[in-house]
């Protein structure tokens, strides 16, 4: 029942984007701070597909006292208006990433290399200027888990540029 309930909303959010889209900006760039397995610095840029459709490529850095580590994600994203500037979204994405263990903590010569797939959602909000701020949630599923859990909970902040 809730696998059925879950479709139908996607169905109805996705079939419903005309009606309720607002033109978005073509490119931005900017950065997302985020805490998922730990705390993530992320360059970010969106790029417009269509009027209410774009993708995201993020290049994110994780610096923590055992281990670095580096992740490429990329979302496709349906973008809803809620008000005039403020707007919700969501979509799905995939990624991956390599970390490298700090051998004079541990001892251990470790490089691993992992991929993940991502769902996001979240609400931004866009100013007379080209500033774009957002909240967003991404569950990260991992194939090959560099951390305890094969899920990481993402939440994050952005703050970006936009530009034509």
Same mark, same amino acid.
Request: hydrophobic fraction near 35%; glycine fraction near 12%; avoid cysteine.
């Given at each position: 029942m809730i696998k059925y309930l879950f479709f139908l909303f996607i169905f109805l959010s996705i079939s #419903? @984007? &005309?009606?309720? +889209?607002?033109?978005?900006?073509? @490119? +931005?760039? $900017?950065?997302?701070?985020? %805490? $998922?397995? =730990?705390?993530?610095?992320?360059?970010?840029?969106? %790029?417009?597909?269509?009027t209410n459709t774009r993708v995201e490529l993020g290049?994110?850095?994780?610096?923590?006292?055992?281990?670095?580590?580096?992740?490429?994600? $990329?979302? @496709?994203?349906?973008?809803? &208006?809620?008000? %005039? /500037?403020? %707007?919700?979204?969501? =979509?799905? =994405? !995939?990624?991956g990433g390599?970390?490298?263990?700090? #051998? *004079?903590?541990? $001892? *251990?010569?470790?490089?691993? &290399?992992? /991929?993940? !797939?991502? =769902?996001?959602i979240g609400i931004e909000y866009n100013f007379d200027f080209p500033l774009l701020i957002s909240f967003d949630f991404r569950p990260e599923i991992y194939f090959d888990s560099y951390s305890n859990n094969d899920i990481s909970f993402n939440f994050g902040l952005s703050a970006r540029y936009q530009f034509n």
């Open positions: #419903t @984007h &005309t009606v309720l +889209s607002q033109e978005i900006s073509e @490119h +931005s760039i $900017g950065l997302r701070l985020s %805490n $998922g397995d =730990g705390f993530w610095a992320e360059a970010s840029y969106q %790029n417009a597909l269509s290049l994110a850095l994780q610096g923590k006292s055992t281990y670095k580590a580096i992740k490429l994600t $990329g979302i @496709h994203q349906w973008l809803f &208006t809620i008000d %005039n /500037g403020l %707007n919700w979204y969501t =979509g799905p =994405g !995939i990624g390599a970390l490298d263990y700090d #051998t *004079r903590i541990d $001892g *251990r010569d470790d490089k691993k &290399t992992f /991929g993940f !797939i991502t =769902g996001n």
